[in-house]
């Protein structure tokens, strides 16, 4: 299944563990970066507080492929960023 495809699909978000492996580099084979990011960002996005319904306009894949394109090109960064972004929600 190509990745527009994939983004298309309904994202489920039930009991996601974060990923055992460490983040790929920018520079790896997009392939690699691809399957870390997509188990990431299915992660990340759990632990994130709901920010109510969605306007009808958008589809309910939409946080899942921002956040994906922004992790797919640099996942150690990305990981850095939103460790420190949950960091800091659970000490406000």
Do not use: K
């Amino acid at each position: 299944m190509d990745m527009q495809t994939e983004l298309m699909q309904p994202v489920r978000f039930e009991q996601v563990s974060r990923p055992v492996a460490s983040a790929p580099a920018a520079d790896a084979p997009y392939d690699v970066r691809e399957a870390w990011s997509t188990n990431y960002v299915a992660w990340f996005i759990t632990q994130m507080p709901q920010q109510g319904a969605l306007p009808p306009d958008v589809r309910d894949t939409h946080r899942f492929e921002i956040e994906f394109e922004t992790c797919v090109n640099d996942p150690q960064a990305y990981e850095r960023e939103t460790l420190a972004e949950l960091r800091q929600r659970r000490t406000h």
